[in-house]
């Protein structure tokens, strides 16, 4: 299954090891975490203009979303049946 993370990224959701709020009441940890992405140059900006609001860390990279947290989450456990 794959998720959408906004401005047409798409990644596969088996890839997903967690998904934060940027704003989390934790917002040392988040920015530690950025910071090292930065520095393997892994981290990929989704938001290009809109607020960042969540980061999405996954096998390969670190994904910064304007999509919420709580969204992704929700996205990441919807089963679609076929009709």
């Given at each position: 299954m794959y998720i959408h993370l906004g401005n047409n990224v798409v990644i596969s959701a088996h890839s997903i090891i967690a998904i934060l709020n940027i704003e989390s009441p934790y917002s040392e940890d988040v920015e530690d975490v950025i910071h090292v992405a930065l520095d393997k140059k892994n981290l990929v900006r989704v938001s290009e203009n809109t607020k960042e609001k969540s980061l999405v860390i996954c096998d390969d990279?670190?994904?910064?979303?304007p999509i919420s947290s709580t969204t992704l989450y929700k996205r990441?456990?919807?089963?679609?049946?076929e009709v």
């Open positions: 990279n670190v994904y910064i979303s990441s456990f919807n089963q679609y049946k």
